[in-house]
């Protein structure tokens, strides 16, 4: 990953803050389910935010991202009510080209997404597909090459990559189609620690250099919180907290009661740091904590 000036993402063209995607009470149950799996969800992502999704096992996050991409429900049955809006229109009225090119979607198993026989051709196949001209698929080839950390790699079968290598494949073959909004869900899920930590600074350098909006479902809380902007918890198919980053961790009740793993820092910070007096929030970050620790030393 290095800094040449990055192609623009369709993003541009939305202003901060615009609603990216707005889903209102959106019910889910897939067919032959006995409950819903989404279950009158509603929530807002704007442009240009980086949203952390985080709740236990079987809560709805994957089939809340697949009716954010409309594979929900134009690839399987189930009963929908309620709505999910793109940049102000409903999902299901944008025809399949036109969904690839507003949302690109990132699972957690990296062979599951894989359609071809080299790095290269996994790459372009999409924007083929789309009828993108040659000379504008190579530049974009370069592109993620480039920012994904893919050189060398073009020939070589995607199966055949280490699971790192795999998940900045599949994450490149998502960004060249230059999606105005990126979901991915649980992408480090399968991979080593030091595999995971080369795909969370990719994803930070995707926030730094590009400013896209992008959803990141993952149970690591530890390394989402230095990333995102703001958390959604998902419980039994309800978006149970919706809240910046420090608000977020400011419920730690609502996290304790659906297990999810408060992040190192924050316990630190709150047994460390915390003041009850001032009510000041010692921070989730860990920069943020560094700055109230020097903060706390210098004023004790
Ligand atoms: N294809 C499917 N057909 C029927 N039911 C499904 C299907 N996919 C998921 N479900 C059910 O929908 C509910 C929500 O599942 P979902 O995979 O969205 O949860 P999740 O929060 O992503 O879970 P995890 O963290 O374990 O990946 C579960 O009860 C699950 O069994």
Redesign the pocket.
């Known amino acids: 990953m290095t800094g040449s000036a990055p192609i623009p993402i369709d993003a541009s063209a939305t202003d901060r803050g615009e609603p990216a995607i707005t889903v209102t009470n959106l019910t889910w149950r ?4 006995d ?1 819903d ?1 989404l279950d009158g969800i509603n929530l807002t992502i704007r442009s240009h935010e980086f949203v952390g999704v985080v ?12 009716a954010m991409k409309g594979i929900i429900p134009q690839s ?1 049955n ?1 009963i929908y009510h309620g709505s999910v809006e793109l940049f102000g229109k409903d999902i299901r009225d944008y025809d399949a080209a036109q969904c690839a090119g507003l949302v690109g979607l990132v699972f ?1 198993d990296p062979d599951a997404q894989f359609t071809s026989m080299s790095v290269e051709e996994e790459i372009t196949f999409g924007l083929e597909n789309l009828g993108i001209e040659t000379d504008e698929i190579g530049r974009r080839l370069d592109w993620v090459v480039e920012l994904a950390g893919l050189e060398g790699l073009l020939a070589k079968s995607p199966f055949e990559l280490s699971g790192g290598q795999k998940q900045r494949v599949a994450i490149a073959s998502v960004l060249a189609m230059r999606p105005r909004v990126m979901i991915l ?2 992408p480090t899920s399968m991979l080593d620690p030091v595999s995971k930590a080369g795909v969370f600074s990719l994803l930070q350098h995707l926030k730094q250099t590009l400013d896209m909006t992008i959803v990141v ?1 993952e ?1 690591n809380v530890e390394r989402l919180v230095e990333v995102c902007d703001r958390m959604f918890m ?1 419980a039994g ?1 309800r978006v149970v907290v919706d809240a910046d980053l420090d608000a977020f961790f400011g419920q730690l009740d609502a996290t304790a009661r659906e297990s999810i793993r408060i992040p190192g820092t924050v316990v630190f910070a709150e047994s460390a740091l915390a003041d009850p007096v001032s009510m000041r929030h010692p921070g989730v970050r860990l920069d943020d904590i560094v700055s109230t620790c020097r903060q706390t030393l210098r004023s004790a």
Not at 30 to 33: A, M, Q
Not at 56 to 66: D, V
């Open positions: 897939y067919e032959g389910g409950k799996a709740g236990p096992n079987e809560s709805g996050k994957t089939t809340l991202a697949s399987f189930g957690s869900d649980e479902i149970h998902v198919g």
